[in-house]
């Protein structure tokens, strides 16, 4: 059971997003995952503690349910205005104080509390205080957990937090559903015709999270308020309702079909992507049981990763890992998951990526990779020497290739400062415009194109050199740093775009696997190729991401903590935030493609790199899970007596896997040892997205 | 909902009596030679200096009108460079318009719009309409051209008194013409930059479209098949990703 509050809040907007993830486990009992996504907190407070206290950051917060130890509220008083709580976890440590504004939405807040009341009255001592926010989130997490019902003595504040049986759960069953609640599902006649919609149970979870993600909604930390939310009731509004506030611009457009859709698409999934979202994510779990979904029904219930995203690594963390003569004295495998849980402090980006790169070696002294730096300065010299004769300057391949790579050039992060115009107009006929930098990103381009006589330069190169050279900024360092990207990155370039059809491929396949009714929507849409991932993948998100995020985006890649595809999971967990807009709007291939490419800038990097870790992790589990039982199978078939163990029934199986996977129940072993496997065989593709340490 | 709102849409517009007849339209042509921004010119009547390169494809509409129809350009603007090549097919497959461009001042460019070309009438829908577009005008101080690029330069491209220094034209405009009369296309000499000709072939284009054949599968609505439905009303011809629903 975890609950992960999150700052995966888009800029000014003061949205909450919640998602719960709820499926059945064995038959009787029921596990629930609530993910309470909290609103950002930034303060300077919390950052020092940061590294002091594991699985925080100012960017993600998080802990499980068993982790809480308590939490301690404060009602609203007279000599403080604001609500508060502080949630204190097992180990000692404690989250910042949220403050509960909750006068900032009354809207919210009476329909809210009037929902509320309806189902908790038998929490008396609660019920007093029912009129501020944090006595609902004790309600509701009433629900989830058992919180100590009898305030602690010592402090009428404190609620001990303590999960126990499911029986709790039994008791969050029985709470009726909530008219008020169900009216703002969005999307209720489209629920799937498998009962999704009158379980109870479900919507029992629905009724949770609306009102957890109510109240949750209007937790902020001190300084945030909602000012920069022009309508805060947009998400909680009815379609009908939300569609009618935006009608005048609907009616707009609405004579431009695709455009309309592709717009409308675009606005719902920023208008309610909250709601909308996690409730289908709660069906889809469902439906993917009950469709096919391998990794879901292979892992039955779906596994809860906890995903930390840290602080990035600093100079005096960098300098604390060297010993006096510039050695590491730390484990590259600590450093690089460091770096892959928080990136690097842009001051010493310079520093680490070499390494990254492997331009300079992990183990070398600070006197050795001078002396590498140097060796490789004088070759890069040599190198660029090549195509500055004036015979190979006369060659048509040599005028192609500078007028291509100057254009490129000329039209590449123009808009960042480094690479801006010079306002001087001294030299009027100036190579490129004057810049020295972009003349360096054409040295480094040209040299390149003739280092790698194979592919030379391609469109999309450019873009991989501009963010190394930025923080680079030395023209042989960042020359060898890009080749050694460029072999990563080299199959993207080929002429028959084998390697791009390759990754999208195993994108396709991945999303079989994980999302089979999103992979039916892209079957029915001819949408299959992925094409509208084309330009995500071959450039690593260049054009997707700001250009800090991408920095920190990159950097999180190359230390290839899980496996060196895991852009194929950025790509998923793109899509993942996306697919339940995709399915309701859009239905041609043009409109995904437009759709698409117009996410760029509005990806949330933090968030998408959290779900990404959790993707990757519940498939390798999946794909571990169906080798074990494809091995045991064929095992049980080669020699059906040899050992008890490895016997000729299935029940046998869970205990043999448990070590690994508890999760596991024996019900389903025993129904489908035999089909699981075959039914969902793990392709060459799919295993390729697997990384070596598999565990 | 979006069923109910269009068709009042529609309903409340007599003045346009049928709905856009929708036309795929491609971009080709070498890399920067001014496809993105030829489309941008069109569609949002704007000009980007040193606009990043494509990559992959971008899609675009935009409607114009003929006579009292309206025509709606569903632009596929592609990645020029020919190591990108291998993708064109999906894009110019069951285009019913191409677009081929290339830069008045680099000869080389129109080598490359005419293999495109050669490839187009290949393997493209036989009745495809295509144009060749000579652009980047603006860089050829023709004086036959009398364009009024100089009052065009802005303050914000004073600087660049590089790019607008006279460049040799290195593609005549009787040797693009009598190339494209040879292989029946549409030619124009085209200036995204300062929007000469762009709306004029767009137009020439969407005449040339036999639109009577476009027509009679694009009326033909697909009888709500998923249930969302939001798309439905749009979900036809080509809608399927190339069925060839649309090659007449």
């Not at chain 1, 109240?215 to 939310?229: A, E, H, L």
């Not at chain 1, 199986?653 to 129904?671: D, F, K, M, Q, T």
Request: glycine share 6%; net charge negative; aromatic share 8%.
């Amino acid at each position: 059971m975890a609950w992960v509050p999150e700052t995966a809040i888009p800029r000014d907007e003061l949205d909450t997003y919640i998602r719960v993830d709820a499926s059945l486990d064995e038959p009787l009992n029921v596990s629930m995952t609530p993910t309470l996504l909290l609103p950002a907190w930034k303060d300077s407070v919390y950052d020092q503690t940061a590294d002091a206290s594991p699985g925080r950051s100012e960017d993600d917060a998080c802990c499980r349910l068993e982790a809480i130890r308590s939490m301690k509220l404060y009602p609203p008083s007279l000599s403080q205005w604001d609500g508060s709580m502080v949630i204190v976890l097992k180990d000692g440590t404690a989250w910042p104080q949220l403050w509960f504004h909750d006068e900032e939405s009354r809207n919210v807040i009476a329909s809210s509390a009037a929902a509320a009341a309806t189902t908790t009255g038998e929490d008396g001592e609660v019920a007093e205080h029912q009129q501020w926010g944090g006595a609902s989130v004790i309600c509701w997490l009433r629900r989830l957990v058992q919180v100590g019902n009898d305030r602690s003595p010592k402090d009428p504040h404190l609620f001990v937090v303590n999960p126990t049986a499911e029986d709790e759960l039994e008791f969050g069953l029985e709470l009726g559903e909530e008219e008020t609640a169900d009216e703002k599902r969005r999307r209720d006649s489209d629920e799937p015709p498998d009962g999704i919609a009158g379980d109870p149970m479900v919507n029992t979870l629905k009724d949770i999270k609306w009102n957890v993600m109510a109240r949750f909604s209007r937790v902020s930390y001190f300084t945030r308020t909602m000012t920069g939310n022009v309508c805060p009731l947009m998400p909680y509004m009815p379609t009908a309702l939300r569609s009618t506030y935006q009608e005048a611009l609907i009616q707009d457009i609405c004579d431009d079909y695709s455009s309309a859709y592709v717009y409308l698409a675009k606005w719902a999934s920023d208008a309610s992507k909250h709601h909308e979202r996690d409730q289908m994510e709660m069906s889809q779990w469902r439906l993917e049981q009950t469709e096919l979904g391998a990794a879901f029904e292979v892992l039955n219930p779906p596994p809860s990763f906890l995903v930390h995203r840290t602080s990035p690594v600093t100079v005096e963390q960098w300098r604390a890992w060297m010993d006096d003569t510039g050695a590491l004295t730390v484990d590259v495998a600590i450093i690089k998951k460091a770096i892959f849980s928080g990136g690097i402090e842009p001051a010493l980006r310079p520093s680490v990526w070499p390494f990254l790169l492997g331009v300079l070696p992990w183990t070398s002294t600070e006197a050795e990779r001078a002396e590498i730096t140097s060796n490789n300065r004088q070759s890069y010299e040599k190198l660029k020497a090549q195509w500055q004769t004036t015979e190979a300057k006369s060659t048509d391949d040599y005028i192609e290739q500078s007028h291509r790579i100057e254009k490129d050039v000329l039209r590449t992060d123009r808009q960042l400062p480094i690479y801006a115009n010079q306002r001087k107009s001294n030299g009027a006929s100036a190579f490129l415009e004057g810049n020295p930098h972009l003349s360096t990103l054409h040295a480094i381009l040209m040299t390149y194109n003739y280092y790698n006589v194979g592919h030379g330069y391609v469109q999309g190169m450019s873009d991989l050199l501009s963010p190394l050279y930025a923080v680079l900024q030395d023209e042989s360092m960042a020359f060898w740093c890009f080749a050694s990207f460029m072999q990563r990155m080299e199959r993207n370039f080929s002429t028959d775009q084998t390697g791009m059809r390759h990754q999208l491929v195993a994108l396709a396949q991945l999303i079989q696997f994980m999302k089979p009714r999103f992979y039916k929507h892209l079957e029915r849409t001819d949408s299959l190729h992925l094409f509208f991932c084309f330009r995500w993948l071959l450039i690593w998100f260049k054009r997707e991401l700001k250009f800090d995020d991408c920095k920190r985006l990159w950097e999180i890649l190359w230390t290839d903590r899980y496996s060196k595809e895991f852009p194929i999971f950025i790509a998923l967990a793109i899509l993942d935030q996306h697919d339940v807009v995709i399915m309701d709007h859009l239905k041609r291939f043009d409109e995904i493609l437009k759709y698409v490419n117009d996410l760029a800038m509005t990806i949330n990097l933090e968030k998408t790199l959290v779900l990404a870790e959790k993707l990757y992790r519940t498939f390798e589990k999946a794909v571990h899970i169906l080798d074990e039982q494809g091995s045991i199978v064929l095992s049980g078939q080669a020699s059906p007596k040899s050992t008890a163990a490895s016997g000729d029934d299935a029940p046998l199986l869970p205990a043999s896997s448990s070590s690994s996977s508890p999760r596991i129940s024996g019900e389903w072993v025993n129904a489908s040892t035999t089909t699981m496997a075959s039914m969902y065989p793990v392709t060459d593709e799919l295993r390729s997205l697997l990384g070596d340490s598999d565990a | 909902m979006a069923d109910g709102s269009s068709a009042d849409n529609t309903g409340a517009s007599p003045s346009v009596p049928m709905k856009p007849v929708q036309v795929k339209l491609v971009l080709l042509g070498e890399a920067a030679v001014g496809k993105s921004s030829l489309v941008q010119r069109f569609v949002n009547n704007e000009f980007q200096e040193n606009k990043e390169p494509t990559i992959g494809a971008a899609f675009l509409t935009q409607k114009t009108y003929v006579e009292d129809k309206v025509i709606k350009f569903e632009i596929w603007d592609t990645a020029g460079q020919e190591r990108f090549h291998s993708l064109a097919p999906m894009y110019y497959r069951n285009a019913q318009a191409a677009v081929v461009v290339y830069d008045v001042t680099r000869a080389p460019s129109l080598d490359r719009a005419k293999s495109w070309i050669k490839e187009l009438q290949r393997q493209a829908n036989p009745n495809i309409v295509i144009a060749l577009a000579g652009n980047k005008l603006d860089l050829v101080n023709d004086a036959e051209q009398g364009l009024h690029s100089e009052e065009d330069g802005h303050d914000e491209d004073g600087h660049e008194d590089g790019e607008d220094m006279p460049v040799t034209r290195q593609v005549s405009t009787e040797e693009a013409r009598i190339y494209a009369d040879e292989a029946g296309l549409l030619f124009f000499e085209t200036s995204a930059k300062l929007d000469l000709n762009v709306q004029e072939m767009f137009n020439e284009i969407a005449r040339k479209i036999p639109i009577e054949q476009l027509m009679a599968p694009s009326r033909t609505g697909r009888p709500g098949g998923a249930s969302a439905g939001r798309i439905e009303l749009i979900g036809n011809g080509q809608g399927a990703g190339g069925r060839g629903s649309c090659a007449c």
